[in-house]
């Protein structure tokens, strides 16, 4: 299994960016993917999750309605994209995959510990 994440950058406040995260290794069909994020100094905290398995989405309180979650099945990929960034929003972002003997579900809360393979990360920077 292998993820690999890209499309961080610098932005503005208020200002969009995509983040993409390549898959390979595994049917989405049968998993979920998520967004972490990590702040200097803070813990990872999930941003955004997507199953295929059961059609759940989930969003952090902190980025509903400003930021969106997509799939692409016929090219391994999963985005996410971003409005309105805030410098809150700065951060490693990272892709993940559940593990494969977790329940492949975006329902309820969503723990780093369920996620099994992960990407390398791309810096976010909203500058104020």
């Known amino acids: 299994v292998q993820l690999q994440a890209s499309g961080g950058g610098l932005v503005e406040t208020g200002g969009s960016l995509r983040l993409s995260c390549a898959f390979s290794?595994?049917?989405?069909?049968?998993?979920?993917l998520a967004w972490f994020r990590q702040a200097p100094g803070k813990e990872r905290e999930p941003v955004s999750c997507i199953s295929k398995s059961d059609g759940s989405i989930y969003y952090a309180d902190s980025v509903k309605g400003r930021f969106t979650i997509s799939s692409d099945n016929a090219k391994n990929m999963v985005y996410l994209q971003m409005a309105d960034l805030k410098p809150g929003d700065t951060a490693v972002y990272y892709c993940?995959?559940?593990?494969?003997?977790?329940?492949?579900?975006?329902?309820?809360?969503?723990?780093?510990?369920?996620?099994?393979?992960w990407g390398q990360g791309t810096l976010v920077t909203v500058s104020s």
């Open positions: 290794g595994f049917s989405f069909d049968f998993y979920a």
């Open positions: 993940a995959s559940y593990k494969p003997d977790r329940v492949p579900t975006c329902v309820g809360n969503i723990y780093a510990s369920d996620f099994g393979f």
